[in-house]
């Protein structure tokens, strides 16, 4: 991989990193139950995101 396509890759990793996190902290905040469980599957979507561009490194 060239050092261009590095750097966007890890910019995605960061960006997957950042919003798992502030879906998670959403997460724990909420207190209706259908929101909360939203909230969460944004965060799993986003960690399973992270996952595949971290594969590729």
């Not at 997957?16 to 998670?24: D, E, G, K, S």
């Amino acid at each position: 991989m060239s050092p261009k396509e590095l750097l966007y890759i890890e910019d995605a990793l960061s960006h997957a990193q950042y919003l798992t996190l502030q879906c998670r902290t959403a997460a724990g905040m909420l207190s209706d139950p259908a929101l909360r469980q939203q909230a969460q599957s944004l965060a799993d979507s986003n960690q399973k995101m992270f996952d595949t561009f971290y594969s590729l490194v």
